[in-house]
Nanobody, 124 residues
């Protein structure tokens, strides 16, 4: 049974920071690509950041570049998303996802396993 469990969401004031974690369990893939997506009410799920197994390929959505940092600890089967300078428009449910593509995809359909999501709210 594959499980991705996110944690670290919450309510912060605009300009604040949060660190999301995603712990993976079960046999996902040999070297999974991990990604973070988010979905606000009434909007489509959108790519936030992604990282390959060796952390040699990292991509960010333009809207979060310079503010968010994705990282992973393969020994702990955990991926992180450090979010700084949060804006109200960053408010959404954040999901982590795993893919077996070997490259960092930026669309939801390229990912196979998903977590249940964690709410992030940045108040103005």
């Amino acid at each position: 049974q594959v499980q991705l469990v996110e944690s670290g969401g919450g309510l912060v004031q605009a300009g604040g920071s949060l660190r999301l974690s995603c712990a993976a369990s079960g046999r996902i893939f040999v070297r999974p690509v991990m990604g973070w997506f988010r979905q606000a009410p009434g909007k489509e799920r959108e790519f936030v950041a992604g990282v390959n197994w060796g952390s040699s390929s990292i991509y960010y959505a333009d809207s979060v570049k310079g503010r968010f940092t994705i990282s992973r600890d393969n020994a702990k089967n955990t991926v992180y998303l450090q979010m700084n300078s949060l804006k109200p428009e960053d408010s959404a449910v954040y999901y982590c996802a795993a893919a077996n593509t070997g490259f960092v995809g930026r669309t939801p359909h390229e990912y196979t396993y998903w977590g249940q999501g964690t709410q992030v709210t940045a108040s103005s």
